[in-house]
Each structure stands twice: as C-alpha cells, then as structure tokens.
C-alpha cells in the first residue's frame, strides 16, 4: 500500500518540479513527463497488486494535473499549436449552433461570451426539478474521434449547492457510442466566471459503462456527446461557449 502514496506524492512532486523547471526554461515539455508518470500508472495496474480504487485515484490526480499542465503551457509560451482541429461551437452572435439543453431553457444573449464584447454564448436556467440538466450537442459532433487527443470547452456555474452524484448526474462530459459509454468528471465545480477545461482524450479519469471496456471503443463513433449543465442543486445558472476538439502537433 505504501508504494500507491508514494506514487501519489510523486504526482503531485512532479507537477511543482514541472510548473518550477518551466518557469525557468521554456524549453520542459509538460505533456511529455505526464505522459511518463501515466506509462507509469500503467506498469503499476498491469501488476495488479494494488486495489483498483487506489489506482482509479491515482489517475484521476493525473488526469487533473494534465488540466494543469494545459493552461500553464499557455502562460509560459510552449503551448503547442493544433495540427488536427475538429468540430467547434464558438456561438456568434445569437446563435446556438443546434445545441440543445434537458431540461431547462437554452438561449444565447448575444454578447458576454469567453471573449467578451459581442461574443455570444449558450445560457441556461435550469429549472429546480431535482434531475441534472445537461448540454446536448448538434450532429456535427457525432463520428470518430479518435483522431483528437483532448477536448476544450469554456464554462461557468452559478448559484445552488455543488454536488457530484445523484439526481441523475452522468459525469461532467458524457460520450456515448450506442449503448457504450464513457464519462469523465472535472473534478470541481466550474467557476462563477469563465473557465476553462482541458479533458484528455485518453483512458486517464474516464469512467466506462455499457459494455465498453476502453475508451477507444467509445471514441471510434460518438452518437451522443453532452456536457453538464447543471452543477448546484435548487435553481442555477450556466453558461458554455467555446467547445472544440483538437490534436496537438508532433
């Protein structure tokens, strides 16, 4: 057991050596050691001598310092570009992009998106009925995303009491390829302004149902992609702009 927190530890160790070295030199690739530290988390389940819980905890932390390593790369300039960019829902304007929401109302006001001035965004008002709302995304969204290795959305959450499980909450994102599924939780609760989520395309803090046995199964044909909206029990507010897929260049 004491192997599975000393390698929780040296997560957490890494992602401050990490944020330190790429302060220093511009020239530490972030994604690369998190890559090396889940080559890691691998070796250590195919092992199986460590409870699934332990290692399902282990890659939810990895999984959230890959959201850290995202935006810091920003900062420090060594964000790399996309070469492979996907479908995307920006919200111009009034428009929703054939987005729909369940249950609640769905409106774009036209102005007060991510980018500020005149750039929309999909609001919503979920109505206190003890169920979880979510986003439900055009068709334009639905085929294989394998070829994409992360997904990106801008989100905010106000009012109402945060909480993870029940009235019928299925994960922050929810994918569904027929009958398999897949969801991945952010963790938190999305600031009452614009935030920003990185969810990695990989197996890393998915939780599978439906049969899948890999996230790949699901990822070969999205039929259903929907992202919560409804983070706080009683009546809230949220807001969604900017959600797109995207690689990385090589």
Known sequence: MRWVF?????????CGV????????????????LDRLEKAIGRAEESKAADP????????ILANLRQCAG??????????????????SSFPGTDTDGWTVSPGRLHNPGSGGYDGGSDGYLKVVCPSDGLTSY?????KFHGPWLPYEELRVKIFSQNGQYYQRGWGSKGDIFLANG??????????RPNTNWDSFVIPLS?????????????????ANITSFEIRAEHGSGGTTTGLDDVELAARER
């Open 6 to 14: 000393a390698l929780a530890f040296l997560l957490a160790f890494s």
């Open 18 to 33: 990490m944020a330190y070295g790429a302060w220093q030199q511009d020239s530490l690739d972030l994604t690369a050691e």
């Open 53 to 60: 819980r332990f290692l399902a905890d282990l890659k939810a």
């Open 71 to 88: 935006p810091s790369e920003t900062q420090w300039g060594k964000y790399t570009p996309l070469s492979t960019a996907g479908p995307a």
């Open 135 to 139: 986003f439900i995304a055009p068709a």
């Open 179 to 188: 009958t398999k599924t897949a969801s991945f939780d952010f963790g938190r």
């Open 203 to 219: 197996g890393l803090g998915w939780t599978l149902g439906g049969g899948a046995k890999t996230l790949d199964e699901v990822l």
